[in-house]
Antibody, heavy 122, light 106 residues
């Protein structure tokens, strides 16, 4: 069974940093591209970032470019999102999501984690 | 950036109704269009990909159509488990979601 479990969320002050982790199991993690998608409270979905299986290609939404860094450790079956210079508008539930087809720059999300709330507030 | 516009934002329907949700892209996305269902407090669930392909395990009452800039999700006979919010997603160029359509009980 495919499982994605996020951790590392919580309350952080504006301008602060946070690192999210996603532990994957039930599939060969090293062969799949992975993604982060977020959802502000009561709002819609927003793609945040994608990383290919070997970390060769990395993409970001304009809203987080230069502040967030996606990475992965295939030996640990883990995906990460380092979030710096956080703003109130980054407050959201962050989901890690597996890419179904692995077509570069065309992410399609077939399995999702349960989500992790990040709150940016003073 | 490609913008995705869904309509309606809210839809009131009864069990057994045929329901159609529309998604329009600001430019052609060929058939790189997916549909997701999301229930409160849960992660989204992939229903349809490549505009009209049914994801494994998804009931056949769900169907998708369209290409270019106009797409539809149809639920042929609404079931109690289908009351949820539905999102379209373009993945022709990175990813953008529509704003969502909430299907509620009439």
């Amino acid at each position: 069974e495919v499982q994605l479990v996020e951790s590392g969320g919580g309350l952080v002050k504006p301008g602060g940093s946070l690192r999210l982790s996603c532990a994957a199991s039930g599939f060969t993690f090293s062969t799949y591209s992975m993604n982060w998608v977020r959802q502000a409270p009561g709002k819609g979905l927003e793609w945040v970032s994608s990383i290919t299986s070997t970390s060769h290609y990395i993409y970001y939404a304009d809203s987080v470019k230069g502040r967030f860094t996606i990475s992965r450790d295939n030996a640990k079956n883990s995906l990460y999102l380092q979030m710096n210079s956080l703003r109130a508008e980054d407050t959201a539930v962050y989901y890690c999501a597996r890419d179904r087809d692995g077509i570069t720059a065309r992410p399609l999300f077939d399995y999702w984690g349960q989500g992790m709330l990040v709150t940016v507030s003073s | 950036d490609i913008q995705m516009t869904q309509s309606p934002s809210t839809l009131s329907a009864s069990v057994g109704d045929r329901v159609t949700i529309t998604c329009r892209a600001s430019q052609s996305i060929n058939n790189w269009l997916a549909w997701y269902q999301q229930k409160p407090g849960k992660a989204p669930n992939l229903l349809i990909y490549k505009a009209s392909s049914l994801e494994s395990g998804v009931p056949s009452r769900f169907s998708g159509s369209g290409s270019g800039t106009e797409f539809t999700l149809t639920i042929s006979s609404l079931q109690p488990d289908d009351f949820a919010t539905y999102y379209c997603q373009q993945h022709n160029s990175y990813s953008t979601f529509g704003q969502g359509t909430k299907v509620e009980i009439k």
